[in-house]
């Protein structure tokens, strides 16, 4: 039981490092979820299941759900913004209309 606790336990700290490590947000999504998913695993090794249980639903779930949520709302809303007539025209003549005379 002890070995398979050190290995579960490396496999966290593996999986946590690896949700540092990570840059891009869609990939730190997945990454996150499945951290949540070991420390699920770890919590029932360590005879805690309805730990384990909260732990997989909002560590695996809900978390990684919200935040590719959140980056989709972003991403509309940037897409948004830089659609026609939302700013630079790319002429610089049309920038600063005070100096066409």
């Known amino acids: 039981m002890t ?3 050190a290995v579960v336990l490396l496999g966290v ?3 946590g490092t690896a949700t540092v490590l990570t ?3 869609l990939d730190q999504a997945v990454v996150a979820s499945f951290f ?3 420390l699920g695993v770890a919590f029932l090794v360590l005879q805690a299941p309805d ?3 909260s732990q997989i639903t909002v560590g ?3 978390l990684p759900l919200m935040i590719l949520l959140a980056l989709a709302k972003i991403r509309r809303q940037a897409g948004t913004r830089s659609g026609p ?4 025209s790319g ?6 209309p005070e100096e066409r005379a």
């Open 85 to 88: 007539g939302a700013g630079s």
């Open 13 to 15: 700290a593996a999986a």
């Open 36 to 38: 949540g998913l070991l």
């Open 3 to 5: 070995v398979l606790i």
């Open 60 to 62: 695996a779930v809900a």
């Open 91 to 96: 002429d610089p003549q049309a920038e600063r």
């Open 23 to 25: 840059r891009d947000p």
């Open 51 to 53: 730990v384990a249980l």
